[in-house]
């Protein structure tokens, strides 16, 4: 599946962003999905993710409470809402899809976007 990532860009500290990812090629909701970041100098790391159907979320404990996820498998779109955004929080950010069912590994996903830059300003 292809994957093609929305909506970054620059956000004042304790403002929102939405995040869109639409997948297309194969069958979208055959696919948990997922969305990593990645910092200058750091590893990618998990942020949340969604099971095939939406009824089921993973989230990292330092966005718990301020990012979810949803998905719209009849636009074969997936969401991530952002509130209350931190500086900590700048980062590429990226859409990944997996067959394996929910998973915070990146190992886990199959796909992968090209990326969205978040950049939140103090």
């Known amino acids: 599946v292809q994957l093609q990532a929305f909506g970054g860009g620059l956000v004042q500290a304790g403002g929102s962003l939405r995040l869109s990812c639409t997948g297309s090629?194969?069958?979208?909701?055959?696919?948990?999905m997922g969305w990593f970041r990645q910092a200058p100098g750091k590893e990618r790391e998990f942020v949340i993710s969604?099971?095939?159907?939406?009824?089921?979320?993973l989230s990292a404990d330092s966005v718990k409470g301020r990012f979810t996820i949803s998905r719209d498998n009849a636009r074969n779109t997936v969401y991530l809402q952002m509130n209350s955004l931190k500086p900590d929080d700048t980062a590429v950010y990226y859409c990944a899809a997996g067959g394996r069912g929910l998973t915070t590994s990146i190992s886990g996903y199959d796909y992968w976007g090209q990326g969205t830059q978040v950049t939140v300003s103090s």
């Open positions: 969604i099971n095939w159907s939406g009824s089921s979320t």
């Open positions: 090629g194969r069958t979208f909701s055959n696919y948990a």
